[in-house]
């Protein structure tokens, strides 16, 4: 199961994300968790301490990794080993396994075309190589996404909250998944307050389009000032539950999903 969750920044995408990853790993062996937003906010959703997440080096900073796999002369390898790095680089939460990926970097005085190699080779790697679940939290620009590695994509979820701007960036982000290939591509509405908001969500897709509806919680907004996010209520658990089923059911992932036993 190989999901990408996308949105306008503040509308929920992130704690989402974490919700799943939990629920994932409730049911699966191992679980990879993404972040592959800019504003790396995954770590703390999580739960993973403060003092850890500020060690963890966003893997397209791991300068001497990246040169030893890639080579340090003018000329670079453009598929470099990657495999060992899910395991060895990235941070063991119980059967989860965190990893940052960091900005994609543009160009400018120095070519990065070194590090974006090594990025979309791990990007390839977790997305068409891997058989564990995959959950990757990115931002609006999904640019960790090249044509080659969207296909390993079972679903694109994008999050949007009740506003016009939210809609307006999903439809973008619709767009561009699928410009690059991507076949599954669904909405889930957040920090739904009433029934008015949810039609105006419901009012701007397709029936089909849209996975569910999440209620407004105060207290992940109110843990919005701590250190490490506060675990969703019961009501918002069952209803990220419920979706996590439905992406199953689109996703097609069947007797392919490796549970815990």
Known sequence: MKLAISGKGGVGKTTIAAALVKSFAR???????????????LAAALGIPEEAALQI????????LI????????????????????????????NIRFLRMGEVKKGG???????????????????????????MDMGAGIEHLSRGTARGVDLMLVVVEPSRNSVNTARHVKQMSADLGIKKIRVVGNKIRSEREKEFIAGNFQPNEVLGFLQFD?????????LVAAEAGRGLTAEVEQIKEKILSEAGDGERERRVV
């Open 218 to 226: 105060d207290s992940i907004w109110e843990s919005a000032m701590e």
């Open 67 to 94: 040169r030893a796999r890639s080579g340090s002369g003018a000329f670079y390898v453009l598929n470099p080993k990657v495999d060992d790095v899910l395991e060895d680089y990235s941070y063991h939460l119980g």
């Open 109 to 135: 005085s120095e070519c990065y075309c070194r590090e974006n190699t090594f990025l979309h080779a791990l990007v390839s790697t977790l997305l068409l190589d891997q058989d564990e679940v995959v959950v």
């Open 57 to 64: 080096r966003p893997v397209v900073e791991m300068r001497e």
């Open 27 to 41: 049911t699966h062996r191992l679980v990879y968790a993404i972040d592959g937003d800019p504003d790396a906010c």
